[in-house]
Nanobody
Framework: QLQLVESGGGLVQPGGSLRLSCAAA????????IGWFRQAPGKEREGVSC????????NYADSVKGRFTISRDNAKKTVYLQMNSLRPEDTAVYYC?????????????????WGQGTQVTVSS
């Protein structure tokens, strides 16, 4: 079973940047599309971005397009989320998870188990 561990969160000022990492514990990530989700206090968990297993194509929520970039390094068994121009509304716990692949594209629908997540706080 795919187990993922998130890291890289922290406290950052508005306009700042963070890079989150999602590392696979044992198995290769080559066969999995991976997505990043987030959950803010009092809100439902929402999809942020995903990257497909097949050709590395990506998908982003409208709220993060142009600011966040997802990438993967299969050799390191890691998926990254580079977050730039951070806003207070980006504050949340961020999770990575195995997501659906449909017609070679990733879809932000989780099918794996949730990890502990990593806290991102954007505040001055």
């Amino acid at each position: 079973q795919l187990q993922l561990v998130e890291s890289g969160g922290g406290l950052v000022q508005p306009g700042g940047s963070l890079r989150l990492s999602c590392a696979a514990a044992a198995v290769s990530l080559d066969y999995y599309s991976i997505g990043w989700f987030r959950q803010a206090p009092g809100k439902e968990r929402e999809g942020v971005s995903c990257i497909s297993k097949s050709d590395g194509s990506t998908n982003y929520a409208d709220s993060v397009k142009g600011r966040f970039t997802i990438s993967r390094d299969n050799a390191k068994k890691t998926v990254y989320l580079q977050m730039n121009s951070l806003r207070p509304e980006d504050t949340a716990v961020y999770y990575c998870v195995h997501v659906i692949t449909a017609q070679r594209l990733c879809v932000m629908v989780p099918v794996g188990s949730w990890g502990q997540g990593t806290q991102v706080t954007v505040s001055s």
